[in-house]
C-alpha cells in the first residue's frame, strides 16, 4: 500500500529565498509523481507530473525531481514570492486499476514579504 | 483551457438526507475520479470510473455511496443517508487515456452534514 509523506508541514521563508519541499513515498512502482497547490478553501491546481522514467520536470520558477529508488520527490521554487503561499501537495498514482493518487499531507508555505 | 467543473460548490443537508454532488469532467476524458478532503486532513480517494463502470474503489466508498454517468458529459457521486462524518471538501478529477497523464481537479463541493 503506497504511503506519501511530506516533511516539514510548514514553511516560512523570506521573498526571494527558494523553497525546498519534500515528498517522500514507500512505493518505489509508481507511474507518476503529481505536484498541486491549494490555496485555502480551494481546489487542487495541478503544477507539474513527472513521470516515472524521468528524473527532473521545469516548468517557469518550478522544477520537481524524482528518485524511485529512494523513493524520493523534490519541488524546488526559485526566488519566492508572497503570492507562493499556498499549501503544496504530492500525490503518487499506484498500479492498481483505476490509477488512483495517493496524497500527502501538503506542506503549508508562508513567503513573508 | 478546459476545465473540470463542479456544483454545487457548497451543500448544506441534514443527517440522514441523500445528497448528489455534479461534476462536469474535460469533454475528451475517459477516466472519472471522486476524492474527498476532511478539513485538516490529506486529499482520499474514493473511487475511480472508467467505461461505464467502477475500476477501483476505497474502503470508504461503502454501499452509501455510489456513482453515475447518467449522460454523455455529468458524473455524480450520490451519498444515500448523510452522515455527519461525510462533512468534507469532495474533489471530481478527469483525465484521458495513458498511464502518464496528469489528473486535473475541479474546484471542489464543500458538503456540510447538520
Known amino acids: 500500500k503506497q504511503e506519501v509523506t511530506q516533511i516539514p508541514a510548514a514553511l516560512s521563508v523570506p521573498e526571494g529565498e527558494n523553497l525546498v519541499l519534500n515528498c517522500s513515498f514507500t512505493?518505489?512502482?509508481?507511474?507518476?509523481l503529481q505536484w498541486f497547490r491549494q490555496d485555502p478553501g480551494k481546489g487542487l491546481t495541478s503544477l507539474l507530473l513527472?513521470?516515472?522514467?524521468?528524473r527532473e520536470q521545469t516548468s517557469g520558477r518550478l522544477n520537481a525531481s524524482l528518485d524511485k529508488s529512494s523513493g524520493r520527490s523534490t519541488l524546488y521554487i526559485a526566488a519566492s514570492q508572497p503570492g507562493d503561499s499556498a499549501t503544496y501537495l504530492c500525490?503518487?498514482?499506484?498500479?492498481?486499476?483505476?490509477?488512483?493518487?495517493?496524497f500527502g499531507g501538503g506542506t503549508r508555505v508562508l513567503v513573508k514579504p | 483551457e478546459p476545465e473540470v467543473t463542479q456544483t454545487p460548490s457548497h451543500q448544506v443537508t441534514q443527517m440522514g438526507q441523500e445528497v448528489i454532488l455534479r461534476c462536469v469532467p474535460i469533454?475528451?476524458?475517459?477516466?472519472f475520479y471522486w476524492y474527498r478532503q476532511i478539513l485538516g486532513q490529506k486529499v482520499e480517494f474514493l473511487v475511480s470510473f472508467y467505461n461505464n463502470e467502477i475500476s477501483e474503489k476505497s474502503e470508504i466508498f461503502d454501499d452509501q455511496f455510489s456513482v453515475e454517468r447518467p449522460d454523455g458529459s455529468n458524473f455524480t457521486l450520490k451519498i444515500r443517508s448523510t452522515k455527519l462524518e461525510d462533512s468534507a471538501m469532495y474533489f471530481c478529477a478527469s483525465r484521458i487515456p495513458g498511464r502518464q497523464e496528469t489528473q486535473y481537479f475541479g474546484p471542489g463541493t464543500r458538503l456540510l452534514v447538520l
Open positions: 469533454s475528451n476524458h475517459l477516466y
Open positions: 513527472i513521470q516515472s522514467s524521468q
Open positions: 500525490a503518487g498514482r499506484s498500479g492498481a486499476a483505476g490509477n488512483k493518487l495517493t
Open positions: 512505493d518505489s512502482a509508481i507511474y507518476n
